[in-house]
């Protein structure tokens, strides 16, 4: 019988190397994996790269294990949002790399990645500061920039529920990144509110199928 | 000859944008200003909002009190969700911005040229991280890119120059400028003013803008209706 359950926090990001590159879904403080973050950093691996639209919010989760010394690389779209303090300090003091990328070009590399494709062409960053050094084309008279995938270590995701296979739903805006971060990494691990019964779940409603989850860890709801 | 006039307000700058979003129309707001935008659509017309972070049907803000943690819009802040509204995954979502799926995105910006050029990423403070967000998608995506800006810096300076001088978003891309003294359209024969706030004149509207203005032949009056600030 499939089960993709794991009982504990620790086993949900057990085997995370050193320099793993790690796929943080969310926008905001919304749809974020704060305990899978939390158990991140008590599983101890360093040198990492995040991969996330911001780069951290308070002193909690990828904060965190920005203060802790934990994170050399972050590719983002946009660092400044909330409190992010924890960034601003490292990337001051420079023990913390920055890759600025474009919000839908994150997402489309790592869609590429999960769809098998070597990357792709986009007029998105064409003519600007964002494009020096990448390779360019025209296409149809419009310049285009190459842009390569995005793959990941693992994917740390969160939804509202899943069954034992691992199809996931979410809850409105918390969807953001989590279902591409969910296929484009080597493993997906979500923390979900619920465990519904395999069957449950309406199939024409499920929006992450099984086949790209591994591991599920269930919190329950937050207050 | 010296005229007086009076400046629109923001909430009058987002009115104006507003009257021009039409019936049908799928419309992505920046942050700030034209997210104003959205409170101002006239009565009556059907306008869907979307959202970067995955919503085709935003709403207007929760009253408070209904607040839901997971359902914020592009700015962060919480929002709500219309009848027919839907999410989408981030890939969707910047596939229907990148993809002229959307039919006006309209965009804050620090500086736009006479040729549409856009500057509204990065202001290069090298104290400061820069940050892109969806800036850079929205600017070559929707089949019209339209601004909402102040005519001038804070120190009286124009934002609509001959050549932007901060770094690009995108060439060539904005179609439409609203600002609080005019509403100015960037054409091949160069930037026509369409509209000017009542008791301004051409030349007092050139002393503060770069580029050579062009009075279009059915120029009217920008009248917005009393709003607080």
């Keep these: ?223 | 000859m010296t005229t007086t006039y009076k400046p629109l307000n923001r909430d009058q700058m987002a009115w104006r944008a507003a009257q021009d979003l039409q019936e049908g129309a799928y419309v992505n707001l920046g942050i700030g200003m034209p997210t104003r935008a959205a409170s101002y659509v006239p009565d009556g017309r059907e306008v869907i909002f979307h959202s970067e972070n995955g919503i085709l049907g935003l709403g207007p803000k929760p009253e408070l009190g209904t607040e839901d943690e997971n359902l914020i819009d592009a700015g962060k802040n919480y929002t709500t969700l219309i009848k027919g509204g839907v999410f989408m995954h981030h890939a969707d979502a910047f596939l229907m911005i990148r993809g002229k799926h959307l039919d006006v995105s309209l965009l804050g910006a620090f500086e736009v040229s006479e040729a549409g050029d856009l500057a509204n990423w990065t202001t290069e403070d090298p104290s400061f991280p820069p940050g892109v967000g969806g800036a850079m998608d929205l600017a070559v995506g929707a089949k019209e890119i339209r601004v909402i800006m102040d005519h001038t810096d804070k120190a009286g300076k124009p934002r609509i120059l001959k050549k932007c001088r901060l770094p690009l978003t995108a060439l060539g891309c904005v179609k439409r400028i609203y600002t609080n003294l005019a509403v100015i359209d960037v054409t091949e024969q160069g930037l026509f003013v369409r509209e000017m706030v009542e008791g301004m004149t051409l030349e007092q509207l050139q002393a503060l803008t770069e580029p050579k203005l062009q009075l279009a032949n059915n120029w009217q009056s920008l009248t917005p209706p009393a709003m607080a600030a």
């Excluded at chain 1, 993709?4 to 969310?26: F, I, N, R, T």
């Excluded at chain 1, 660092?79 to 003091?93: C, E, I, M, T, V």
């Excluded at chain 1, 494009?131 to 842009?147: M, P, Q, S």
């Excluded at chain 1, 793959?151 to 918390?174: P, T």
């Design chain 1, 1 to 223: 019988m499939i089960d993709k359950s794991v009982a504990s926090p620790a086993e949900a990001v057990a085997g995370v190397k050193d320099g793993a590159v790690v796929l943080v879904a969310g926008f905001g403080t919304v749809g974020i994996a704060d305990d899978l973050l939390e158990a991140l950093h008590e599983q101890g691996s360093t040198n990492l790269t995040i991969v996330h639209n911001n780069a951290g919010n308070g002193d909690t989760g990828l904060a965190r294990l920005i203060n802790s010394g934990r994170v050399s690389k972050v590719i983002c779209s946009y660092p400044r949002s909330g409190d992010y303090s924890a960034f601003l300090n490292a990337y001051r003091a420079k023990t913390l790399e920055l890759e600025l990328v474009p919000q839908g070009i994150i997402s489309e590399r790592m869609h590429a990645h999960a769809a098998g494709l070597g990357g792709f062409f986009s007029p998105v960053t064409a003519h600007t500061k964002l494009a020096e050094g990448k390779e360019t084309r025209e296409i149809d008279g419009v310049l285009h920039v190459f842009e390569k995938p995005l793959k990941g270590d693992i994917a740390l995701l969160r939804a509202k529920k899943a069954d034992r296979w691992g199809n996931l739903i979410y809850d409105q805006s918390a969807r953001n990144f989590n279902p591409i971060m969910a296929m484009a990494a080597d493993l997906s691990v979500v923390q979900v509110n619920e465990m519904v019964e395999l069957g449950s779940l309406d199939p024409e409603a499920v929006v992450t199928p099984s086949i790209f989850i591994d591991r599920v860890l269930v919190v329950g709801a937050k207050a």
